[in-house]
């Protein structure tokens, strides 16, 4: 006989044991072991019998109990009322009500149900049970229980040779590193993970995150998710919202993106700073601190900026900016390679622009100051130098130094009328202000220079410093659904 007839004859040998282990299983009647009372008839032209008190049926390795039953004995069938208590090896199926199909190795059950085995314990109004592919599916109420979680819900398919809980309904999973709540959550116990979708919230550590769906990694203390995204964080008051988020709870550290936008409020609810970008990430850790990148625009108060891109260190209250940062405060304008601004006590104090050598595109540092009387609307006050510090009192300047190759124009007013423009260069210039942001002083170190251009040859000069740059760009406060 050749290979291809032996194969041929495996083949045939193998069908025919499948097909008659089938009819061999098939045919396994359910048998009535005890009751303490037993009658019979016929319903229907099948044989039924009632059995009461104490009643015990067994199928292969499944066992029966109960107060009372009624079995179809051509059907395999058999219908358990009042405590019914089914057992196959570790596992306990418990009920008030139950009708057992003995050809599925199923049972239908009704009524305070339970299940109960090494590795968890369902309960539920409803359940159904298949014994040969040991798979639960509960319906109201549910809830199931292990050392290592909890999950309750409306309806949960549990299949447990692999601990798989497919949930539906206002489902809850809680761990030891998260509590996740959504519509629907499939929670694999043994990979620690839980994939929630439609209303996911998740309670880990110090912040809650809100999305569409979202995947929750327990043993890694690691949360996804996707659409819609908002974390919040009440013991400091901020929440950040995206497209997509990241977060690692043992570090501290999230990160989102798409749309990225922080909004932070401060104790006394009016000190907020907004910051909007590509992508942010926060550290939560001994420095709460956030780190914004792409098209980063912040706002705090009148306070706003643009840059590629920012760190925000928010106890310490200081935001710094690099990648073309350009800030405004009222009327100024600010620029350069790298701008640093304080905010103590909730209020800014101090702002510091410095070019970086080396930086890409470096330049000098440049201020600029528009008049806010429309009549002047066209001449600006400009300050450009590698480095440009500029102090606040009650929210204005006080103080304005300038550091290396310093060089400023301002121009001159008496009685609201134009009174010409001035011109100063040096190593270092020093400028102050009265509390009417009227220019008080004026110092100047290391080789200064100076003149005076009257009103009426100012059309002869040049009024605008090397590197000046108008940007009308200015952010704008976001409506948010935070708000």
Request: charged share 30%.
């Amino acid at each position: 006989m050749n290979s291809s007839a032996v194969r041929f004859l495996i083949s045939i040998l193998v069908i025919a044991a499948v097909a008659i282990a089938g009819r061999l299983n098939a045919q396994e009647k359910i048998e009535l072991k005890n009751a303490k009372e037993l009658t019979g008839k016929i319903v229907d032209g099948q044989s039924v019998r009632e059995a009461k008190g104490d009643v015990e049926f067994v199928q292969g390795n499944v066992k029966v109990y109960c107060n009372n039953a009624t079995q179809f004995i051509s059907s395999n069938m058999v219908e358990l009322t009042g405590n019914v208590k089914i057992y196959q090896d570790t596992l306990t199926l418990l009920t008030n009500k139950a009708i057992y199909y003995g050809d599925e190795r199923r049972a239908v059950c009704s009524g305070n149900v339970t299940l109960r085995d090494p590795n968890a314990t369902l309960r539920s109004d409803n359940g159904v049970y298949t014994f040969n592919d040991a798979k639960a599916f509960f319906k109201g109420d549910v809830i199931i229980v292990n050392p290592g979680y909890r999950i309750t819900s409306e309806e949960l398919i549990y299949l447990r040779n692999t601990e798989e809980s497919y949930a539906k309904g206002d489902v809850v999973v809680v761990t030891d590193s998260a509590v996740v709540k959504a519509d629907e959550i499939d929670f694999f116990s043994r990979e620690g993970r839980t994939y929630a979708r439609g209303n996911v919230r998740i309670d880990s550590d110090s912040t809650i995150i809100t999305s569409d769906t979202a995947v929750s990694y327990s043993n890694e203390r690691r949360s996804v998710a996707y659409g819609n995204v908002e974390i919040n964080s009440p013991g400091n008051n901020s929440r950040i919202f995206g497209k997509w988020l990241e977060n690692y709870g043992s570090r501290k550290v999230t990160t989102l993106a798409g749309d990225a936008f922080l909004v932070q409020v401060e104790e006394n609810g009016k000190d907020t700073t907004f910051i909007a970008c590509d992508t942010m990430t926060a550290f939560r850790d001994s420095v709460e601190k956030y780190v914004a990148s792409g098209e980063v625009e912040i706002i705090r108060g009148r306070f706003l900026s643009k840059s590629g891109e920012a760190l925000y260190f928010r106890d310490a209250g200081i935001i710094v900016l690099v990648r073309e940062p350009v800030v405004w405060q009222d009327e100024l304008q600010l620029t350069a390679d790298s701008i640093y601004a304080e905010f103590p006590e909730k209020k800014l104090k101090k702002i510091v622009a410095e070019r970086v050598p080396g930086a890409k595109n470096s330049k000098l540092s440049f201020a600029v100051s528009k008049n806010s009387d429309l009549r002047f609307s066209k001449r600006y006050d400009q300050i450009s130098g590698r480095s440009i510090t500029i102090d606040f009192a009650d929210d204005k300047i006080s103080a304005i130094e300038v550091e290396g190759e310093a060089r400023s124009i301002y121009f001159m007013y008496e009685k609201e009328s134009a009174n010409g423009m001035n011109r100063i260069e040096g190593l270092k210039l020093f400028i102050y202000f009265d509390k009417d942001q009227k220019v008080v002083r004026i110092k100047v170190t290391g080789g200064p220079k100076g003149d005076y251009i009257p009103e009426q040859l100012i059309g002869r000069y040049e009024q605008l410093l090397p590197g000046f740059i108008l940007r009308e760009d200015i952010p704008e406060r976001k409506v948010n659904r935070a708000f």
